[in-house]
Each structure stands twice: as C-alpha cells, then as structure tokens.
T-cell receptor, first 113, second 110 residues
Framework: GESVGLHLPTLSVQEGDNSIINCAYS??????FIWYKQESGKGPQFIID?????DKRQGQRVTVLLNKTVKHLSLQIAATQPGDSAVYFC????????????FGQGTRLTINP | DAMVIQNPRYQVTQFGKPVTLSCSQT?????MYWYQQKSSQAPKLLFH???????NEADTPDNFQSRRPNTSFCFLDIRSPGLGDAAMYLC?????????FGPGTRLTVL
C-alpha cells in the first residue's frame, strides 16, 4: 500500500542549532505535501505545505524541500527554540474530491538547552 | 479565535457504555474528518463527510458511527467502547486542501 514514513523516530538538537526532519513517501502521483507540528495533548498544527511542482518553499524559520526523484521530503527548522519541541508529521494529500491525508509515523524533536 | 472546537476535551466512559464526541467549526468548511490517534502513533482516519456525503474508511470498525446534522457540527458515536478504543480523537475540517485540526478529545475507557 501507499505510505508516507519518516526515517528517524526521535531527534535531539541544541537550542539555537538548525534541525532537519526527513520523510519518505512512496506515492509518486501525490501532488501535495504538508508538515504538521503536534505538541503534547494538542491537535496537529499546520506548519508549511508544498505542491509537487515546487522543490522548495520557505516560511518563518522553516523550509520544506521536496525531491521527487527520490520521493523525499524534509523540514528544516532554523535556530531552534524550546517551543519547537514537539512531534512532527509529514502528510501526503491526495487531491481528489474530498481530500484525505496519509500521515507518516512522526518524529519527536527535542530541543536541549 | 477558536476555529475547530471539540467537546469535551477529556471523556471517561465505561466499557460498553455508548459515548458521543462532538466537533464544531466556525470556518464553514464543507469537509469534516474524524481521526483516531493512539499514543506515539500517527492520526488514523476513521471517516469523513464531504458536505452531507459520508465516507467511511474500509478498516473503520462498525462500532464507530458519525453524524453531521449541519455544516458546523459533526459527532462521533462509539456504540460499545472497548479498552482498545481509548485514544485521542481528532476532528478536522478543510475547504480545499489544507486540513485544520481541533484540540482533540482524550477518551478513557474504564
């Protein structure tokens, strides 16, 4: 079956450093990808998205890179802060009528002081 | 400015006792979703409504039902909760592509 997965379940970085969270996907027909941040006890919060006709998109302190050749998606967070500690999910959105998200397994990011 | 609201935030029920979780939205989105999320796992889609059209996932147990009386509200009914149904239940909405999630309801089954 089609799935979106992450390479690493946990990631620890020092406060102020940059972090990179990776995601592999298997559905080459997917044309839209999303990153969500989920803090403990809360619902997923939208971070950034990217369409398949792009290979890079930047937001505030975050950048998403899409490599369609190897079906790889990454989220870069610059100058990490304690508030960045959370679980990060990539998701694949099959844009066909009612949109459905296929989530990756998630990466827990811990920011060390 | 709450956009997707879930009530209650915490729900405790007894084994086999029916329970209903509620979701409302102020976004006027036409699609509403219910997800189940267990500890340290990704959200799993149970079903969704596209306007009034109900779309069930193939592996969603019959124990889970949903109602959407109008655009703003959507309910998740668990007819006979088992211990394995203890989880976070997330409601989400969308109008085009991006989905907006509520804070979730944590369900405990005793």
């Amino acid at each position: 079956g089609e799935s979106v997965g992450l390479h690493l379940p946990t990631l620890s970085v020092q406060e102020g450093d940059n972090s990179i969270i990776n995601c592999a996907y298997s559905n080459s027909a997917s044309d839209y990808f999303i990153w969500y941040k989920q803090e403990s006890g809360k619902g997923p919060q939208f971070i950034i998205d990217i369409r398949s006709n792009m290979d890079k998109r930047q937001g505030q302190r975050v950048t998403v890179l899409l490599n369609k050749t190897v079906k790889h998606l990454s989220l870069q967070i610059a100058a990490t802060q304690p508030g960045d500690s959370a679980v990060y999910f990539c998701a694949e959105n099959k844009v066909q009528g009612a949109q459905k998200l296929v989530f990756g397994q998630g990466t827990r990011l811990t920011i060390n002081p | 400015d709450a956009m997707v609201i879930q009530n209650p935030r915490y729900q405790v029920t007894q084994f086999g006792k029916p329970v209903t979780l509620s979701c409302s939205q102020t976004l006027n989105h036409n699609v509403m979703y219910w997800y189940q999320q267990k500890s340290s796992q990704a959200p799993k889609l149970l079903f969704h409504y596209y306007d009034k059209d109900f779309n069930n996932e193939a592996d969603t147990p019959d124990n889970f039902q949903s109602r959407r009386p109008n655009t703003s509200f959507c309910f998740l009914d668990i007819r006979s909760p088992g211990l394995g149904d203890a989880a976070m239940y997330l409601c989400a909405t969308s109008s085009q592509v991006r989905q907006f999630f509520g804070p979730g309801t944590r369900l405990t089954v005793l």
